[in-house]
């Protein structure tokens, strides 16, 4: 039978544990803090917001066209997450419109789903984007009409939580799931993409496997595209056998280059 002490012992090795699990989550951030990477200081005045060249000029390019982006976000936050957005050009379209959820927008009351016509792959506040996926003529139209109407019936409109959702990456989530032909695989460092509300159960965003989540919180994804994902507190760690990478929070993914998005 098991005493007071033996009870104690076994206490303190699930404390160690923890926060163990707690320190090498969170290396990767305070790494990024640390070394300078992620700028946490932000002069309104000078923030970048012009495009980078990753997406083609919808004058002249008459083809449909959706691109999927992730810039990081703001001063420290930065090194824990990042912003998607999704941009999207209907065939013989002279702009994009560009779907996103942004924070602000609820505590003016107003739905946090922004639809705009702002450069598809501009910085986000000085940070340059990366781009998730790209699809072009056939497969782009097929999906420009589901990724509205995901848009449209995103079901958290009216809130946002930066931690641990639903947020931006939850946003993505949502669409993503609804257009399984950009097949996104959402890096480690989208924070909020596996909160699912009240739900335990629902298809990776990349529509080629399944996951699990607790609010968010702890859960387990396992799919082709992202391959297992571990996440621990809303932070991520996976690994990408197909693909031959790791990823970890903050950090990213590391490992063999990917072939191209899209």
Known sequence: MEDGRDRGVRAVRVLLAFLLTLVLLLAGPVFLLASGAVPT???????????????????????AVVQVYAARVLSWRGAFGVHPWFAVK??????????????WRAYRGLSVVSV????????????????????????????????AKAAGSYPYAGEYRVWPGPNSNTFAAWVARAAPELRLDLPSTALGKDYLGR?????????TGWQISLFGVAGLLLALEEGLEVNLLGLTVGIDPLGLAVKLPGIGRIGWPESGAG
């Open 90 to 103: 209907p065939v013989g379209a002279r702009n994009y419109t560009v779907y996103e959820v942004i924070g």
């Open 116 to 147: 705009s016509n702002r450069d598809p792959d501009g910085r986000w506040f000085g940070a340059q984007p990366t781009l998730l996926a790209d699809l072009r003529g056939p497969a782009a139209e097929t999906a420009i009409p589901k990724i």
């Open 199 to 207: 739900g335990l159960f629902a298809r990776a965003p990349s529509g």
């Open 41 to 63: 200081a932000v002069d309104w005045s000078r923030i970048d917001r012009s495009p980078v060249g990753l997406a083609p000029d919808a004058a002249t390019t008459p083809e």
